[in-house]
């Protein structure tokens, strides 16, 4: 995969100094990030690094979750370390290993490039099945504020309380 570029840098610092008024909220909290090692996980990443900076406030925790399967991946490397990111390697179709509570969810894990969803169906339905199930059991578990999924096509649901 790709590696961070500095017009990804300032495109992410922009979408958080335009946004700034609607990421107020996520100020103080924290926010699990499904599929964070993949293309739309990784610039949602960047895009959650720049929101303490550009907003004013205080940042947000984030769970970046990923399978990780072949490692951190270099498009996200620039990210380790960073104080309010917190990388998770796991499998999201297993119950989740979470030891704080969330207040946000986005769900971009996934099986999502045509070459690897023929060669792995099984494996790409247990994730679009089992792996938003999961999110949707903590969501309610956690009472989310607002759970959202880029696997559904960015349907915004409010879990059931
Ligand atoms: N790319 C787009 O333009 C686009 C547009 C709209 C919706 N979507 C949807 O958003 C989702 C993410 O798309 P993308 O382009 O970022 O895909 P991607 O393949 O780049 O990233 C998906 C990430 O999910 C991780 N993953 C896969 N299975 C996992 C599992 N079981 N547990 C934990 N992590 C797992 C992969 O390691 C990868 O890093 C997909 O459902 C896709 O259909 C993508």
Redesign the pocket.
């Known amino acids: 995969m790709s590696t961070v570029t500095a017009i990804i840098r300032d495109d992410a610092r922009l979408v958080a100094a335009e946004l700034a008024r609607e990421l107020r909220p996520l100020a103080g909290t924290t926010l699990l990030l499904?599929?964070a090692?993949?293309?739309?996980?990784s610039y949602l990443l960047d895009v959650l690094a720049a929101v303490g900076r550009e907003g004013g406030g205080p940042p947000c925790h984030v769970v970046a979750?990923?399978?990780?399967?072949v490692g951190l991946p270099e498009r996200v490397q620039h990210l380790a370390g960073h104080p309010d990111i917190e990388f998770l390697s796991?499998?999201?179709?297993q119950p989740l290993p979470l030891e704080r509570p969330v207040e946000w969810l986005i769900h971009?894990?996934?099986?999502?490039?045509p070459t690897f969803y023929r060669r792995f169906p099984l494996e790409t339905i247990d994730?679009n099945v089992n792996?938003i199930w999961r999110l949707l059991e903590l969501a309610r578990r956690a009472r989310a504020a607002c759970s959202t999924s880029?696997?559904a096509?960015?349907t915004a649901t409010r879990p059931p309380r």
């Not at 090692?37 to 996980?41: A, D």
């Not at 979750?65 to 399967?69: E, G, I, S």
């Not at 796991?90 to 179709?93: K, L, N």
């Open positions: 499904t599929g090692g993949g293309f739309i996980g979750l990923d399978n990780f399967r796991h499998d999201v179709t971009a894990a996934s099986i999502a490039s994730v792996g880029a696997a096509r960015s």
